[in-house]
């Protein structure tokens, strides 16, 4: 079992940027593959960025490729969602989730994933 907190959401303007931040904690961190999901009002929840439990690869919805960079830091047990350039089309609750994993795979199907966060606010104005 891994228990997972996001932080970091909050209110921004468009072209504005934000640091999402996961802590995990209840087993060994770096035995995880990370993803982060994102759900707007009245959408499916979807796939916003992975990464390997190595750190090594990562994966990216192309709505968000060239702006947004996954990271982690597995001696903090804590991964990352850096955001820049953002759009009123980001607003949504975002939520990172885990799963073990083998070192070079990623994993963008939130069914893969049995741990989740409760999910952080992301506000984009216009």
């Known amino acids: 079992q891994v228990q997972l907190v996001e932080s970091g959401g909050g209110l921004v303007q468009a072209g504005g940027s934000l640091r999402l931040s996961c802590i995990a904690s209840g087993r060994t961190f770096s035995n995880y593959a990370m993803g982060w999901f994102r759900q707007a009002p009245g959408k499916e929840r979807e796939f916003v960025a992975a990464i390997s439990f190595s750190g090594g690869r990562t994966s990216y919805a192309d709505s968000v490729k060239g702006r947004f960079t996954i990271s982690r830091d597995n001696a903090k047990n804590t991964v990352y969602l850096q955001m820049n350039s953002l759009k009123p089309e980001d607003t949504a609750v975002y939520y990172c989730?885990?799963?073990?994993?083998?070192?070079?795979?990623?994993?963008?199907?939130?069914?893969?994933?049995?741990?989740w966060g409760q999910g952080t606010q992301v506000t984009v104005s216009s």
């Open positions: 989730a885990a799963r073990t994993g083998v070192s070079s795979s990623t994993y963008t199907l939130a069914g893969l994933y049995p741990y």
